[in-house]
């Protein structure tokens, strides 16, 4: 669900936790602390991606996370998943094209929506 959990993903966090969501974290820097007193679990990427219904990136622009989201990963997305976008470099973390939304051989979305 929460891709970044520094200090924006933790308020996220809290956010989706006041909807009594459960929610799956990645972040290379744990806080398992926190994520133990929130009832958060921290997964990896491939198992966050298909496991959740909302992917909400709150993650610095780096190399590592330039088009962290890209086709590749919206194909590994959970199907009817949303996309959360409040990240100002967005645009630089997810390639979001209608040709990476879209599976080439049925023309079905990989995801049921998305804020950009």
Do not use: Q
Request: glycine letters at 8%; zero cysteines.
């Amino acid at each position: 669900m929460v891709v970044g959990t520094g200090k924006i993903g933790k308020i996220a966090v809290r956010i989706f936790r006041g909807f009594g969501t459960e929610v799956l974290a990645f972040d290379p820097n744990l806080s398992p602390a926190w994520a133990a007193a929130l009832g958060v679990r921290y997964t990896d990427f491939d198992m966050l991606l298909v496991n959740s219904n909302i992917i909400s990136p709150h993650l610095p622009l780096t190399p590592s996370s330039r088009h962290l989201l890209n086709a590749g990963t919206f194909a590994r997305m959970k199907p009817g998943a949303y996309l959360l976008n409040t990240h100002e470099a967005f645009s630089a973390i997810a390639r979001v094209t209608t040709a990476n939304l879209v599976r080439r051989e049925t023309g079905e979305a990989f995801l049921a929506g998305t804020t950009l």
